[in-house]
């Protein structure tokens, strides 16, 4: 796992308890090394950065992703976030707005699709 991610997060959460062994990597790269090389046997990696990052690689091709995500909450912050002053609902309203237009104008869905393929990135 990634050092510092939330993937790590949840796999010492979740997974250590239960008898993995949860290894941690200061890069991906690493992480991507050892997957090929034997010395790991899988790993929990955003299902973007994974097919690009190691599947789509001459080196990723005899591994697949699993079809079942993950259901990361409570402390791994499940989705993404944006920062904002404490208070500062002008802004919040603004960017709320923005993301239900795009959302419910089918652009998320499209870009998604563009830049991802059939990995679903998309806002719920």
Same mark, same amino acid.
């Given at each position: 796992m990634?050092?510092?991610?939330i993937?790590?997060?949840?796999?010492?959460?979740?997974?250590a308890p239960?008898?993995?062994?949860?290894?941690s990597?200061?890069?991906?790269?690493?992480?991507?090394?050892?997957?090929?090389?034997?010395r790991?046997?899988?790993?929990?990696?955003? $299902?973007?950065a994974? =097919?690009t %990052?190691?599947?789509?690689?001459?080196?990723? @091709?005899? #591994?697949?992703?699993?079809?079942?995500?993950?259901?990361?909450?409570?402390?791994?912050?499940?989705?993404?976030r944006?920062?904002?002053?404490?208070?500062?609902?002008?802004?919040?309203?603004?960017?709320?707005?923005?993301? $239900?237009?795009?959302k =419910?104008e %089918?652009v998320?869905?499209?870009?998604?699709k @563009?830049? #991802?393929?059939?990995?679903?990135?998309?806002?719920?």
């Amino acid at each position: 796992m990634l050092q510092g991610s939330i993937q790590e997060s949840y796999a010492q959460a979740h997974w250590a308890p239960k008898g993995v062994d949860v290894v941690s990597y200061q890069d991906q790269n690493q992480v991507y090394l050892d997957l090929s090389s034997g010395r790991l046997d899988g790993t929990l990696v955003l $299902a973007p950065a994974g =097919q690009t %990052g190691f599947l789509d690689r001459p080196d990723g @091709k005899d #591994f697949a992703s699993s079809v079942t995500p993950c259901a990361m909450t409570k402390s791994s912050a499940a989705g993404h976030r944006f920062g904002l002053r404490k208070g500062d609902t002008a802004n919040k309203q603004k960017l709320d707005a923005a993301i $239900a237009k795009i959302k =419910q104008e %089918g652009v998320i869905q499209q870009l998604s699709k @563009k830049y #991802f393929g059939d990995i679903d990135v998309t806002v719920k």
